[in-house]
């Protein structure tokens, strides 16, 4: 893989990790017409990482407190120093990201090795890109929501996870499903968009885990490689505040047009081919 080729995948993972058109499918079909028969997998690693670094500079300020709400008080401590009402918060919502990354995880280990084949399969990553279209359309009829997370159960939890581990098949947007889905049981926006992308952080972490340990060749160069993680963190971070400010005002829908567009036109080529 050359630096041209890097470059152009590190900016397709960057854009379509966080918006709600799914970088797996994007991948999937950036790779077949740059000529991959199947997928890099140190490179996928790596821009995955990027992605996640540009989450956690987006979320520093919810990760921080999180981290802090998680810790024992301490007398003196710096951990003392959020309000209870924060720190049960904070608690409330590490225990709800844990409850929601279980189905994935479940669904992962269960359904691993059917879904890493249709991953060499464009035609279904177009029909899957059309379905995400559907769903965000259909966040239009969602209410407004009005519950915050003291009202957020673990059943909520579980749904949302079951949302996210559907996500594993190309095509299926992980954060257009995850926020939708949050929508539709009347969470408030902004916490719909802060819980969707959070619950992002183990199942990224966990995709780059897995991916280490299939291994891969370092088919692409050290200087390309690094070129793609720096297009794909700035491209990563654009894109989630771009996501976050189009949650809040209530346009999640306003991403199915292209959905649609893109996964038709992947499988019209996909009947010619």
Same mark, same amino acid.
């Given at each position: 893989m050359g630096t041209a080729e890097a470059l152009t995948l590190g900016i397709v993972q960057g854009l379509t990790e966080f918006l709600p058109v799914s970088s797996s499918g994007h991948l999937v079909v950036a790779q %077949?017409?740059?000529?991959?028969?199947?997928?890099?997998?140190?490179?996928?690693?790596?821009?995955?990482?990027?992605?996640?670094?540009?989450?956690?500079?987006?979320?520093?300020?919810?990760?921080?407190?999180?981290? &802090?709400? *998680?810790?024992?008080?301490? &007398?003196? !401590?710096?951990?003392?120093?959020?309000? /209870?009402?924060?720190?049960?918060?904070?608690?409330?919502? $590490?225990?709800?990201?844990? @409850? +929601?990354?279980? /189905?994935?995880?479940? @669904? !992962?280990?269960l359904f691993h090795r059917p879904v890493e084949r249709l991953f060499t399969q464009p035609a279904v990553v177009g029909a899957m890109l059309v379905v995400t279209g559907v769903v965000l359309w259909a966040t239009k009829r969602a209410p407004i929501g009005?519950? &915050?997370?003291?009202?957020?159960?673990?059943?909520? %939890?579980? @749904?949302? +996870?079951?949302?996210? +581990?559907?996500?594993? @098949?190309?095509g299926i947007s992980r954060t257009g499903t995850t926020i939708a889905v949050a929508l539709f049981?009347?969470?408030?926006?902004?916490?719909?968009?802060?819980?969707?992308?959070?619950?992002?952080? /183990? *199942?990224?972490?966990?995709? $780059?885990? $897995? +991916?280490?340990?299939?291994?891969? *060749?370092?088919?692409?160069?050290?200087?390309a490689t690094l070129t793609a993680m720096g297009? %794909?963190?700035?491209?990563?971070?654009?894109a989630l505040r771009i996501l976050l400010k189009t949650v809040v005002a209530g346009r999640l829908a306003a991403f199915a047009p292209y959905c649609w567009v893109v996964g038709l036109v992947i499988l019209a080529t996909a009947a010619v081919v």
């Amino acid at each position: 893989m050359g630096t041209a080729e890097a470059l152009t995948l590190g900016i397709v993972q960057g854009l379509t990790e966080f918006l709600p058109v799914s970088s797996s499918g994007h991948l999937v079909v950036a790779q %077949a017409l740059l000529g991959f028969r199947e997928p890099v997998l140190l490179f996928d690693i790596m821009v995955h990482l990027a992605t996640l670094g540009s989450l956690a500079v987006v979320f520093r300020a919810d990760l921080a407190w999180l981290w &802090r709400s *998680a810790r024992p008080a301490q &007398r003196g !401590g710096r951990a003392a120093d959020l309000p /209870p009402t924060q720190r049960a918060e904070g608690r409330r919502f $590490v225990w709800l990201l844990i @409850i +929601g990354t279980l /189905p994935t995880g479940v @669904i !992962g280990l269960l359904f691993h090795r059917p879904v890493e084949r249709l991953f060499t399969q464009p035609a279904v990553v177009g029909a899957m890109l059309v379905v995400t279209g559907v769903v965000l359309w259909a966040t239009k009829r969602a209410p407004i929501g009005r519950r &915050r997370i003291t009202a957020m159960g673990w059943v909520d %939890a579980l @749904i949302i +996870g079951a949302a996210q +581990g559907c996500a594993l @098949i190309p095509g299926i947007s992980r954060t257009g499903t995850t926020i939708a889905v949050a929508l539709f049981l009347g969470l408030e926006r902004d916490l719909a968009a802060r819980y969707g992308l959070l619950l992002g952080v /183990p *199942a990224i972490a966990g995709a $780059v885990v $897995v +991916g280490a340990f299939k291994g891969g *060749a370092a088919t692409t160069g050290l200087g390309a490689t690094l070129t793609a993680m720096g297009v %794909a963190f700035v491209m990563g971070y654009v894109a989630l505040r771009i996501l976050l400010k189009t949650v809040v005002a209530g346009r999640l829908a306003a991403f199915a047009p292209y959905c649609w567009v893109v996964g038709l036109v992947i499988l019209a080529t996909a009947a010619v081919v």
